[in-house]
């Protein structure tokens, strides 16, 4: 039976990094939202160490902290709406948003009527409503109504704790700052959000814009490619049909220009779309897994973790060349597609179970002996992996059959 080198690999490929940017967008909105409930709950915890301070019953501390803990976890919801605005003016939807801002309102009141305290009235009302979707100019104007109105509250409660009515007047200062800045501190998260949100959309449309790009670019390609084509041969022809009554051997010569001239034109075109085909690897081998199990067998790939450098321009009609002899000629119920780097050569190979009779790769040029007329396709692919300096090889075990590609990990290759 044929054995094949063990080699420490993922066992199914992931996706490529063209979602890094994605999950970064991701990562940077937890990081934003955790800093805003972050600054909710240092608020609440000054509030209750304060309250403390101030000689506040302990069951009126507890109180306000549990309840202000409350407040903040209900503004998750508000952003998480937050975090899938569209950036243009729609209606605001109160039902999602409803529960939230009642919690708000309960809180505020509940903790007013236990410290008398305007600040805490007011604060998770205004920073509840800070949260919903609003459109830039009204937020900024917003929150400059609300820091007015804290600072205004933040005099008129300094002004009851100096006449007695408070024993809070040591840590008062914190309580009111951190009250009055927390609706500042908000909008400026949500708006770094927002720049990287635009900046992330500006990023897929140039995206976008570059393929369209691209695509025109082939379109342009193939119309001159082929229109040129098309015009020699036309013109071939129509030589050929004026020379036909006259002169049979001047035609037969115009026939095979034209001839001569189709093929120049499939070629040039099969080379465009090689030239424009950049599926990575990891792709390839993922699509050709998917085709597989597609066609009841139990395919899995084996890619290992630096496959991506990878001469893709090789193994990518490999990769579909060999897949395609699988279901055209393989048959069985399993499949196993392995690429990775074996010490100073790439390696991929191919397993199915297969009862198919042994394949006999030529040397490129060489007569092709002993082999099936539908195992043609690997002729060209030993002949590629010659020209880069590999080979291709057939392994024929008790249950299976292999096809193995391996090429020099050069640099050049790896580009």
């Known amino acids: 039976m044929t054995t094949h080198t063990q080699i420490p690999a993922s066992r199914e490929p992931r996706s490529l990094p063209v979602r890094a940017t994605s999950r970064g ?35 009126a501390t507890v109180a306000v902290l549990v309840g202000g803990l409350i407040w903040c976890g209900s503004t998750l919801p508000l952003l998480l709406a937050y975090r899938h605005r569209t950036g243009e003016p729609t209606a605001l939807r109160w039902r999602p948003v409803l529960l939230p801002i009642v919690i708000a309102v309960g809180y ?15 604060v998770p009302v205004a920073q509840s409503l800070q949260l919903l979707d609003r459109p830039q100019a009204e937020r900024t104007r917003v929150v400059l109504a609300i820091t007015a109105v804290l600072a205004c509250l933040w ?16 840590g008062y ?35 976008r814009l570059a393929a369209t790009q691209e695509r025109l670019n082939v379109a342009t390609d193939v119309h001159d490619l082929q229109g040129h084509h098309l015009q020699v041969i036309a013109l071939q022809l129509e030589l050929t049909e004026r020379l036909l009554p006259s002169d049979p051997a001047a035609a037969l010569e115009q026939l095979r220009a034209a001839r001569v001239s189709v ?76 690429l990775a780097r074996v010490g100073d050569l790439w390696r991929y190979e ?53 096809v193995i590609v391996t090429v020099p990990a050069t640099e050049e290759s790896e580009l």
């Open 155 to 170: 005099v008129i409660d300094a002004r009851m704790i100096l006449d007695g009515s408070f024993d809070i007047t040591n």
């Open 173 to 207: 200062f914190p309580l009111g700052y951190i009250s009055a800045a927390l609706p500042i501190m908000t909008v400026l998260s949500l708006w770094w959000w927002d720049v990287l949100i635009t900046l992330d959309r500006a990023r897929v449309s140039e995206a």
């Open 263 to 338: 093929d120049e034109a499939r070629q040039g075109t099969r080379d465009l779309a090689t030239r424009f085909r950049s599926v990575p690897l990891r792709d390839e081998l993922a699509n050709a897994r998917d085709l597989l199990r597609a066609a009841g067998i139990a395919a899995e790939t084996v890619v290992g973790q630096d496959a991506d450098g990878a001469p893709a321009s090789l193994f990518g009609p490999v990769i579909r060349e060999t897949t395609t002899n699988v279901l055209r000629h393989g048959g069985g119920r399993r499949a196993t597609l392995l």
């Open 350 to 402: 191919i397993t199915n179970d297969s009862d198919a009779a042994p394949v006999t790769i030529p040397t490129p040029g060489s007569p092709r002996v002993g082999a099936r007329s539908e195992g043609t396709g690997l002729d060209g692919l030993a002949r590629r992996a010659a020209e880069a300096g590999g080979a291709l090889e057939i392994a024929r075990g008790e249950s299976d059959f292999t």
């Open 25 to 59: 967008v991701r990562v940077t909105w937890w990081y934003t939202a955790s800093a805003i409930v972050l600054f909710e709950v240092i608020l609440v915890l000054t509030w209750a160490g304060t309250l403390r301070q101030g000689g506040f019953q302990g069951v």
């Open 108 to 122: 505020g009141v509940f903790a007013f009527s236990l410290s008398g305290l305007w600040l805490l009235l007011v």
